[in-house]
């Protein structure tokens, strides 16, 4: 891993939000970065890209549910013959189906599970033997505060956010051989698509909670992302770092 200006970086859910300002703070460093998107409507896949090529960025962007196994492996099949390394893989696409327990159908647990957690399991699996070949790597999942202390409503989200620390853990015990290391990102309450259909009481209840009282940006994870990933990290691995504002110590 260095911090030249040609690494390879595929970030699942760059479209928009997080997954977007990732992108951006690896374009720093003039990255060539693949961004993987599931809507229908490309628009926010485009205007990201746009942006990305307007600094002279080389940029690509995929449609994948990611959360299916045939569909992740494929495109990777791709990605993999069309660029001599990947280098750093950011596993971030996520959705929300929020209710209560006792109102969640099998189905919302499933959505859930499959796009939060499977889709982090396909994309690893299929870009690490590929990185055990180069010998070096990193990797970070997108998790969440709520995976650490849950939260009311959302028990198949941190369900999933949870399962992405263990996984995180156990993956970076097996690859540190190759020189890869993985790592975990727990953002707590984001200004994105994602917490804007948060109610405003509810929203209000949670900046109460918050030490620094107010809501983190997508840059503040993207940069948390962006140093595990970079040399100054090297000798960090299986390690879940909180972006939170104070949320959860
Ligand atoms: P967002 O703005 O809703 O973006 C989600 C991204 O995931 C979009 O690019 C979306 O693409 C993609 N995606 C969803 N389903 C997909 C699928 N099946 N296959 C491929 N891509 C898919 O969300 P965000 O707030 O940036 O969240 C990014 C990550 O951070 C998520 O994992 C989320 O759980 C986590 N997180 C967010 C917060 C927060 O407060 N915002 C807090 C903690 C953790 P399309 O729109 O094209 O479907």
Redesign the pocket.
Known sequence: MSDTNSRTVII????????RSVAYRFAEENAKIVL????PSDD??NETLDQLKAKGIEADGYR????SFEAASQLFRELLEKHDNIDVLVN????TRDTLLLRMSEEMWDDVLR??LK?VFNCTKSVIRAMSQQRGGAIVN?S??VGQIGNFGQSNYAASKAGIMGFTKSIAREVAGRGINVNAVA????D????EVIPEKAKENFLRQIPFGKMGK?EDVAEAVYWLCSDAASYITGQVIHVNGGLYM
Do not use: L, Q, R, Y
């Open positions: 699942t859910g760059g479209s928009k939000g997080i997954g993987i998107h599931f809507d926010a896949c994948a549910d990611i959360s971030n696409a996520g959705i796009v939060n889709s997108i969440s505060v953002p707590g309450f984001i994105t698509e994602m917490t997508p």
